[in-house]
Protein backbone atom coordinates (compact mmCIF):
# COMPACT_ATOMS: atom_id res chain seq x y z
CA UNK A 1 0.00 0.00 0.00
CA UNK A 2 2.59 2.47 1.16
CA UNK A 3 4.23 1.94 -2.61
CA UNK A 4 1.06 2.96 -4.14
CA UNK A 5 0.53 5.85 -2.47
CA UNK A 6 4.36 6.92 -2.59
CA UNK A 7 3.72 6.66 -6.36
CA UNK A 8 0.48 8.72 -6.56
CA UNK A 9 2.51 11.31 -4.53
CA UNK A 10 5.27 11.39 -6.68
CA UNK A 11 2.41 11.48 -10.23
CA UNK A 12 0.73 14.28 -8.30
CA UNK A 13 3.82 16.08 -7.17
CA UNK A 14 5.07 16.10 -11.48
CA UNK A 15 1.55 17.13 -12.53
CA UNK A 16 1.56 20.29 -10.05
CA UNK A 17 5.53 21.62 -11.19
CA UNK A 18 4.44 20.66 -15.32
CA UNK A 19 1.26 23.12 -14.66
CA UNK A 20 3.27 26.01 -12.88
CA UNK A 21 5.70 25.76 -15.77
CA UNK A 22 3.13 25.74 -18.34
CA UNK A 23 1.27 29.01 -16.76
CA UNK A 24 4.73 30.73 -15.99
CA UNK A 25 5.51 29.97 -19.86
CA UNK A 26 1.75 31.22 -21.05
CA UNK A 27 2.24 34.27 -18.46
CA UNK A 28 5.62 35.74 -20.31
CA UNK A 29 4.02 35.29 -23.73
CA UNK A 30 1.00 37.30 -22.79
CA UNK A 31 3.56 39.73 -21.61
CA UNK A 32 5.32 39.90 -24.47
CA UNK A 33 2.46 40.08 -26.80
CA UNK A 34 1.18 43.27 -24.56
CA UNK A 35 5.26 44.65 -25.13
CA UNK A 36 4.75 44.16 -28.59
CA UNK A 37 2.61 47.36 -29.81
CA UNK A 38 4.84 49.27 -27.62
CA UNK A 39 8.04 48.90 -29.32
CA UNK A 40 6.00 49.02 -32.65
CA UNK A 41 4.57 52.29 -31.70
CA UNK A 42 8.44 53.14 -30.74
CA UNK A 43 9.85 51.97 -34.15
CA UNK A 44 7.12 53.63 -36.10
CA UNK A 45 7.46 56.89 -34.68
Same mark, same amino acid.
Given at each position: ???????????????????????? *? $? +?????? =? *? $? +?????? =????
Amino acid at each position: MSLLLIMAALTLLVMLVSFLVMTH *E $D +RAILRE =Q *E $D +RPYRNL =QAGD
